[in-house]
């Protein structure tokens, strides 16, 4: 089963404006990915945060993890066109054994120029 | 760029038939991902090798096997194949074994059934 659910599943906005996405997930983790896919490509790595942070920055990134409430959130501020993307968290666990990165079913951003 | 690189780009093929998906890490990286992209799946881990050894078993189905190769490029076959094998399969690569770092993924290979 998925374990990371991301929200809102599609988000518009103008450029320029901020764009918040969220992320929630079931289990415990060591840490939690933020990735970004063009339509079609394959996915781009943004960013990491481990479970002992709270926030971190990259850019115009600014992710966040509050792990109590499971869940994170990916600030774009000042969005661009080329942040038109599908973004997906990602976080680790064990399934039966195996250590996996879980995906989420991903937040389709579209900036509107 | 990520430096993965996967082939073919597009794959057409019929039911019940055969097929082979070949990624090349970036250069260094020892652990190899696969992953299938499909719209009502999303995206699915299926099987990671680490240095030419299976490590880690996801949501691969026995009609699917895998292997890396001395050179640490790997393949992913697909038999018997169905309509709903159609999707997006990924290819990621990182240097370690574990999860806890980035992954690089290829551009992907679009398999079509019909």
């Known amino acids: 089963s998925q374990q990371g659910e991301e929200d809102p599943q599609a988000l518009s906005i103008q450029e320029g404006e901020n764009a918040t996405m969220n992320c929630s997930y079931k289990?415990?983790?060591?840490?939690l990915q933020w990735y970004r896919q063009n339509s079609g490509r394959g996915l781009v790595h943004l960013i990491l945060i481990r479970s002992n942070e709270r926030e971190k920055h990259s850019g115009r990134l600014r992710v966040t993890l509050d792990t109590s409430k499971k869940s994170s959130s990916l600030l774009i501020t000042a969005s661009r066109a080329a942040d038109t993307a599908s973004y997906f968290c990602a976080t680790d666990g064990w399934d039966f054994g195996n250590e996996k990165l879980t995906f989420g079913t991903g937040t389709r951003l579209t900036i509107i120029p | 760029d990520s430096g993965v690189t996967q082939t073919p780009k597009h794959l057409i093929t019929a039911t019940g038939q055969r097929v082979t998906l070949r990624c090349s890490p970036r250069?260094?990286?020892?652990?190899v991902y696969w992953y299938q992209q499909s719209l009502d799946q999303g995206l699915q881990f299926l099987i990671q090798?680490?240095?030419?050894?299976?490590?880690a078993k996801g949501n691969i189905l026995e009609r699917f096997s895998a292997q890396q190769f001395p050179d640490l490029h790997s393949e992913l076959n697909l038999s018997s194949l169905e309509l709903g094998d159609s999707a997006l399969y990924f290819c990621?690569?990182?240097?370690?074994?574990?999860?806890?770092?980035?992954?690089?993924f290829g551009p992907g290979t679009r398999l079509t059934v019909l």
């Open positions: 090798y680490y240095n030419g050894e299976e490590r």
């Open positions: 990621a690569s990182s240097v370690v074994a574990g999860i806890y770092n980035e992954q690089f």
């Open positions: 250069s260094g990286d020892l652990s």
């Open positions: 289990t415990s983790i060591n840490n």
